[in-house]
């Protein structure tokens, strides 16, 4: 006679398989917790032939949470205690019923800070009362205090942890109360999992023999004891489903800016550095940027509050040819900005607000190469609105090029470059713009499918009014992108709020 369809299945079940199916071929369902009992398998070992009896068909796993409650360290001080308001009320008893503030805090074996705690709940729950007499404030007692809910929850507590479900309704009045007291009772989260039979797995069952004992790993006493001819052996299901292992690995945008750097030195570009905390004189006037500019208000530059000032006297040569070439423009064939300029002002400490600070210190340092190519992937600072393409703090991709016969061409190719090889747009699309410290200037933006068009930052030609004052005579190429925005564009995210996302399944699920 044929081996029957169910039997066949049968055969191939893992003996952890049938020793769950065996159990619950009698109960409606059953909890892991009592199936470990009731077995004597470890909880993985039952887990894992759940979860191999669910992927065929053959159980249901369900899960039960419940919120559960224990008393905190407020809590138990009370269950021992007495909850301060209690104690407040027995103890003006004590003195008649009747006692001013003052004799209180006197009589009082409570600190000020339960006394002040005791008097707001005895109040709210209608204990005492304030009565001014003859120019003194009297506390009276209104009647004498029956034990409340949230007393007879403190001593259910003491005994034993309960579910919210699951408080009797006299108790309730007493959890709320307890809510809200700090530290009164802890809340956590407790799940309980179920598994039950399905009408499949029900009729296999049915049809299962007795279990035997299976080997997993062929021994050394196996063999020289002979017992590896009756012993019957596990077979192994290829198939059978596993639980996700995620291996760790890097951040997507932490790994996407050092695969930037590796890029931008296999390019021949070296790495510039800088401090966080900047004078204004490199993050803004050695910029050509003037005094007045609106960016360099409050509501778009942090500044440090103390001290607000350093010491500039190192770079004093650099400093005043700044200073003449903003009033006069000095030997640059500028007219300058024609103000007094302040070296207070340029003394300013601040937050690095651009990237560009970097740059105007390459250009006085005594290791810059010329020809030469210097990036930097910096942090900098704005009081910016919070929105789906701004933050308060945010990196920058500043890059120069130094050299003799450099022109406007090529800061386009190396812009065009960055848009179509680091973010993987589509299109890119180039317009003039305004810097104080670049002419000519222009903005790049760029386009992506499914995320559309962005705008990646400035570029430009660093004017003789930049240049010049601190000593370098060649054409210099600069530009500043947003590389967050470069990231947004290729992992196609749309708010840049996500980059720093603790979504721990985007986590795992991106790849670069």
């Known amino acids: 006679m044929a081996e029957s369809s169910t039997s066949k299945e049968t055969s191939k079940l893992h003996r952890l398989e049938k020793i769950l199916l065996s159990q619950l071929k009698n109960t409606a369902k059953e909890s892991f917790e009592n199936l470990r009992r009731l077995t004597k398998l470890q909880s993985s070992s039952i887990s894992r032939a759940a979860l191999w009896l669910s992927s065929k068909g053959l159980a249901q796993i369900e899960e039960d949470k419940k919120i559960m409650l224990r008393l905190g360290s407020e809590g138990r001080r009370f269950a021992e205690q007495g909850v301060p308001e209690r104690v407040l009320v027995d103890e003006i008893l004590q003195c008649g019923g009747k006692i001013t503030l003052t004799d209180l805090s006197d009589v009082s074996e409570l600190n000020k800070e339960d006394i002040s705690i005791a008097l707001g709940w005895a109040r709210q729950k209608n204990w005492i009362a304030f009565k001014k007499e003859d120019d003194k404030t009297y506390l009276l007692v209104r009647r004498a205090p029956k034990k409340g809910s949230d007393e007879k929850l403190i001593e259910t507590l003491l005994e034993k942890s309960i579910a919210v479900r699951e408080l009797p309704p006299e108790l309730v009045d007493g959890f709320s109360i307890l809510s809200n007291r700090p530290n009164a009772i802890i809340k956590s989260e407790e799940i309980s999992r179920y598994i039950k039979l399905t009408n499949k797995g029900n009729r296999m069952a049915r049809q299962l023999v007795e279990t035997v004992e299976e080997v997993s790993q062929l021994t050394p006493e196996l063999i020289t004891s002979g017992k590896w001819r009756t012993v019957t052996y596990r077979k192994y299901d290829i198939k059978a489903p596993v639980a996700s292992i995620w291996l760790g690995k890097k951040q997507p945008y932490n790994s996407f800016l050092d695969d930037l750097k590796i890029k931008l030195v296999t390019l021949g570009f070296k790495e510039m550095e800088g401090p966080i905390v900047e004078f204004m004189f490199f993050n803004c006037d050695a910029l050509f940027m003037p005094q007045d500019h609106p960016a360099r208000e409050i509501h778009d530059i942090y500044f440090v509050k103390t001290p607000n000032t350093g010491d500039l006297t190192r770079y004093s040569s650099y400093v005043n040819n700044v200073k003449l070439t903003h009033e006069k423009g000095w030997k640059t064939g500028s007219e300058g900005w ?164 603790h979504d721990l399944e985007w986590l795992r699920q991106y790849s670069m």
């Not at 005594?366 to 210097?374: A, Q, R």
């Not at 789906?388 to 065009?416: A, C, K």
């Not at 810097?435 to 068009?453: D, H, I, N, Q």
């Not at 430009?460 to 992108?481: D, H, K, N, Q, S």
């Open 338 to 501: 024609n103000y007094k300029f302040s070296i207070q002002e340029t003394k300013r400490l601040i937050l690095r607000s651009q990237g560009t600070s970097l740059s105007a210190r390459m250009l006085i340092n005594e290791k810059i190469e010329i020809p030469g190519k210097y990036f930097s992937i910096t942090r900098c600072y704005r009081p910016d609105v919070v929105d789906r393409t701004h933050l308060t703090e945010f990196n920058q991709v500043e890059g120069i090029v130094v050299s003799p016969n450099l022109t406007f061409r090529d800061l386009l190719g190396v812009l065009e470059k960055f848009a179509l090889e680091i973010a993987g747009a589509d299109q890119v699309r180039f317009r003039p713009d305004y810097f104080p410290f670049t002419e000519r200037s222009v903005e790049l933006s760029a386009y992506k499918k499914g995320v559309g068009w962005l705008e990646f930052g400035g570029a430009g030609m660093f004017r003789p009014e930049v240049t010049l004052p601190l000593g370098i005579t060649v054409p210099v190429i600069a530009w500043g992108l947003g590389v967050d925005r470069l990231f947004m564009m290729k992992a196609g995210i749309n708010d840049i709020r996500e980059l720093f996302t």
